[in-house]
């Protein structure tokens, strides 16, 4: 069956570095997004990206936060310079053409700021 | 303001011990209410879409109902295997065609 794939599993970095997390998503997906979950707190949508451009962002994804594709396979979310507050689960997500469906989840990337 | 609010917050069964999730929402209108099941340290696994008032699925111990103000996650004779978080999320009608999630219900399953 084919899933969503996440890299790395666990991240741990110190404040102000950089940081990139990789996703390959299921590979006739059109659709793909970012969300992240603090821990014990909601899953929070970050980013939806289609047609190689950001579609729609939520207030969370600010200037340090960016996103690219840079091949048919991979789709990435960088944070420029990471803070305490940006510790959580980061999770990629994607889905089939259409306005309504079901989103794809990987197992997601698991962010330790120090 | 939120869109989606689940209870109870944790519920604790015996196994073969029924019971029924909670997911009220607040959307002037309804694309689509997704149900997911979330495992420690997973991501959400897609379980159902419900699109319109008076829709029912079911996938083995497992129903979904919905009304125009809630949906219910029905779960019939649950095993210890049915531990996990249930998350609800919503599409609403009008400019985003983002799901918006909710806290979730944190189910344990004793044996």
């Known amino acids: ?114 | 303001e939120d869109q989606v609010t689940q209870s109870p917050e944790a519920l604790r069964l015996q196994e073969g011990e029924s019971s029924s999730l909670n997911c009220s929402y607040t959307v002037s209108g309804l694309r689509g209410l997704f149900w997911y099941r979330q495992d420690p340290g997973k991501g959400p696994e897609f379980l159902f879409t419900l699109y319109s008032a008076g829709e029912e699925k079911e996938k083995e111990r497992l129903k979904a109902t919905l009304t125009k103000k809630e949906s219910f996650l029905h779960i019939t004779a649950p095993k210890p295997e049915d531990s996990a978080t249930y998350l609800c999320a919503v599409q609403a009608t009008g400019g985003s065609y983002i799901p918006t999630f909710g806290r979730g219900t944190s189910l344990i399953v004793h044996p």
Not at chain 1, 3 to 15: A, I, K, L
Not at chain 1, 87 to 101: D, E, I, N, P, W
């Open chain 1, 1 to 114: 069956e084919p899933e969503v794939t996440q890299t790395p599993s666990h991240q741990v970095t110190q404040m102000g570095q950089e940081v990139i997390l990789r996703c390959v998503p299921i590979s006739n997906h059109l659709y793909f997004y970012w969300y992240r979950q603090i821990l014990g707190q909601k899953v929070e949508f970050l980013v939806s990206f289609y047609n190689n451009e950001i579609s729609e962002k939520s207030e969370i994804f600010d200037d340090q936060f960016s996103v690219e594709r840079p091949d048919g396979s991979n789709f990435t979310l960088k944070i420029r310079s990471t803070k305490l507050e940006d510790s959580a689960m980061y999770f990629c997500a994607s889905k089939t053409r259409g306005q309504v469906g079901e989103l794809f989840f990987g197992e997601g990337s698991r962010l330790t700021v120090l």
